[in-house]
């Protein structure tokens, strides 16, 4: 019986011992320029945008403070600091949409926040999670720009 908990445990051993090999696509010049763990993942905070409690009858000023949030979603992507935005379908939570921000405190989210004239107007209210996500996600923006016809 000793012999086979010994087999055993050596066996498992083994294959938890080979489970860990190191990936040979690993590339660490570009995993440490995108500040990834030995998982190839890093900390990010996920915005949830609400409706705002500012109900803004001017047309004009609504449209307007929504550009300025267009804007800034780009000006945002342009320095790397915004990964992932988007709007969500009608729901019944009022959430209208997504950013996922490479920023690794909700105070450095808050911080970008506050540049985003809807959610300053409150338009939008903001609701923030810390998010373990793949660090290579930031590369894909690249790609973004040659699959889009048009610019906001």
Known sequence: MKTFFTTFGLLVFVLFANA???NPKYN??????LGADKY?????TLVILKTGKTDLADKAKRDSLFRGHLSN???LADVGKLIVAGPLKKNNNNYEGIFILN??????AMELLQTDPA??????????????GSAALPLYLNFHNSVKKIDF
């Open 28 to 33: 660490k010049m570009l995993a440490d320029s």
């Open 119 to 132: 959610i300053r107007a409150k338009l939008l209210d903001v609701e923030l999670f810390q998010w373990y």
């Open 20 to 22: 860990q090999k190191e």
């Open 40 to 44: 190839g993942m890093k900390m990010y």
């Open 73 to 75: 979603i780009g000006r």
């Open 103 to 108: 920023v690794q405190t909700d105070a450095e």
